[in-house]
Every structure is written in structure tokens, then in C-alpha cells.
């Protein structure tokens, strides 16, 4: 069974630019994750959805970060305009259902801002 | 305010010994939680979870220990080998709750 799928694995972009990044959870797997990780420090949540609908998106910057799950299954995350404290990691993660199952992660996008 | 901390940021083991990874935790609703494990330019891998009414699960070489009244979980590794050199993970998460909470990691070495 394939495991999460992102795309691309890198990217690199000017200041101002736009960029998107797109997740194929684990069939199956109504709940996903964004996760943004910084060097030396552990993932941060950006936004869960459960099935279509955003959960949780607290934490994401909504005046330059949007994401979508048409369908249920596929996500994009855009960041527009993007900046130089945006370069980290973005991960995406799926699970089966809610808090008390494990999260299976994908292999992450890492972007770089310049 | 880092709800799951790991204080050690390395460890280094010899091959065949015992590798002991720590993990604190503040927020008393949290009621599962999860050991990853990563390599360098790849994501988390799951490796073992616990939920809050156990305070032991094993698989294979790994062991996760919960003392839910200290707040602390630790991950032993058993023998520990070289493949297992990687940067571990500690993540939390309460039923009630809308997230895992990751620490930041510790990186164990194991020399061959």
C-alpha cells in the first residue's frame, strides 16, 4: 500500500512568489495534517482536516497560508505571497481517525525562500 | 509553551547496549502518545505508541514506558544497532484535544 505521497520534495522561490504544495494521504485516511518543521525542532501543526472539513486551522496564517481537500482526499497548501521566515519543511500526515491513531507522515516538501 | 518536551537533544550509544530516550510532558488531558522515528530528508516514521490506560507496549526491540503521574515517557531500544542512529520523536495528543504535540527531538548515534 502506498504511503503518503508529496509534492514536490523541494522548491525554491523568491520572496513574493507564490508556491503550492500538494499531499495524496493513505487511502482510506479521513484525517490529514499539515505540519510545518523548522531545523532542530519538532513538527508544528498548521491544519487537520477530517474528511473535507478544516478542524483545526488555528495555527495557519491565514493572510498568506491557504489550504483545500476537494473531495476528501487530495490537499494543497498555498502560500502567496511568500517570505524568507517561510523556508522549513512542510509535511503532510494521514491517519484513519482522530487523536488515538497513529499519523503516518509523508517524506515532506522542503522549501526555500531567497 | 512546549507541551512535550525532550531535554536531551543527543544521545550516543554503543551497538548492542541499551538506548533510553525521554520525554515530558506538561498537559494532563493527554491520553496517547507516540514515538516517531527520522532520517535525514525524509519524514517521521511511526514506530510505537502507547495509550494512558497502559503503562508499557512493546514491539520487538522497542519498549515504551508511561508514568503518568511524573508526566514522563521513555522509548528503550534494545540491542540498539547502527540502522537505528536517526532523531526521535516524542508526540502527544488528548481525545478532547485537536492535535499531536511533537517535542523537539533527540538524536541517537549508535557506534558500531
Known amino acids: 500500500e502506498a504511503g503518503v505521497v508529496q509534492s514536490p520534495r523541494y522548491k525554491i522561490i523568491e520572496k513574493k512568489q507564490p508556491v503550492a504544495f500538494w499531499c495524496n494521504p493513505i487511502?482510506?485516511?479521513?484525517?490529514l495534517y499539515w505540519y510545518l518543521q523548522n531545523l532542530g525542532q519538532g513538527p508544528e501543526l498548521l491544519i487537520r482536516y477530517e474528511n473535507e472539513e478544516a478542524v483545526d486551522d488555528s495555527q495557519l496564517p491565514k493572510d498568506r497560508f491557504s489550504a483545500e481537500r476537494l473531495k476528501g482526499v487530495d490537499s494543497t497548501l498555498k502560500i502567496q505571497p511568500a517570505e524568507l521566515g517561510d523556508s522549513a519543511v512542510y509535511l503532510c500526515?494521514?491517519?484513519?481517525?482522530?487523536?488515538?491513531?497513529?499519523?503516518?507522515f509523508g517524506q515532506g516538501t522542503r522549501l526555500t525562500v531567497v | 509553551d512546549q507541551q512535550v518536551k525532550q531535554n536531551s537533544p543527543s544521545l550516543s550509544v554503543q551497538e548492542g547496549r541499551i538506548s533510553i530516550l525521554n520525554c515530558d510532558y506538561t498537559?494532563?488531558?493527554?491520553?496517547?502518545f507516540l514515538w516517531y522515528k527520522k532520517y535525514p530528508a525524509e519524514g517521521p516514521t511511526f514506530l510505537i505508541s502507547i495509550s494512558s490506560i497502559k503503562d508499557k507496549n512493546e514491539d520487538g526491540r522497542f519498549t515504551v514506558f508511561l508514568n503518568k503521574s511524573a508526566k514522563h515517557l521513555s522509548l528503550h531500544i534494545v540491542p540498539s544497532q547502527p540502522g537505528d542512529s536517526a532523531v526521535y520523536f516524542c508526540a502527544a495528543s488528548a481525545r478532547t484535544g485537536n492535535q499531536f504535540y511533537f517535542g523537539t527531538g533527540t538524536s541517537l548515534t549508535v557506534i558500531p
Open positions: 487511502s482510506g485516511h479521513n484525517t
Open positions: 498537559n494532563s488531558m493527554f491520553d496517547y
Open positions: 500526515a494521514s491517519s484513519q481517525g482522530g487523536l488515538n491513531t497513529e499519523a503516518f
